[in-house]
């Protein structure tokens, strides 16, 4: 008797590809939390910055869940002092003031002229 192989298929059938399923996100309608930050610095009229219990305060009259993102709102604060477009300017016991950098750099303090002439470079 003759064995016979069990015939292996020549072509296998053809799979149509799969589509990669394209997850559409919402867009952003909101700012983000630093754009947040700078406008309320700006539209603060304090020469000496704003606290951060007052922008916390300024976020909850816009509309924003400052309890449920309490912590965006420090990193922003934190990542926007480090890159230096904010500027810490004064520290009472744990409660610091804020201002624009842009802010502090319009009006530099003006220097003082004495009877010395500059020394030469």
């Known amino acids: 008797m003759a064995e016979t192989s069990p015939a292996a298929p020549t072509s296998a059938p053809a799979?149509?590809?799969?589509?990669?399923?394209?997850s559409l996100k919402p867009k952003k309608t909101s700012p983000?939390?630093?754009?947040?930050i700078v406008k309320a610095v700006l539209a603060s009229n304090e020469c000496h910055g704003l606290s951060l219990a007052r922008l916390k305060k300024a976020f909850a009259a816009g509309?924003?869940?400052?309890?449920?993102?309490?912590?965006?709102?420090?990193?922003?604060?934190?990542?926007?002092?480090?890159?230096?477009?904010?500027?810490?300017?004064?520290?009472?016991?744990?409660?610091?003031?804020?201002?624009?950098?842009?802010?502090?750099l319009a009006n530099p303090p003006e220097e003082k002229l004495t009877g010395r002439a500059p020394p030469p470079p």
Do not use: F, H
């Open 15 to 22: 799979k149509a590809p799969k589509k990669k399923k394209t």
């Open 63 to 104: 509309g924003y869940d400052v309890e449920k993102n309490n912590i965006r709102v420090k990193l922003a604060i934190k990542s926007m002092v480090s890159k230096g477009a904010l500027v810490q300017t004064k520290v009472y016991c744990k409660l610091a003031k804020w201002q624009e950098r842009s802010k502090q």
């Open 32 to 36: 983000s939390v630093s754009d947040l």
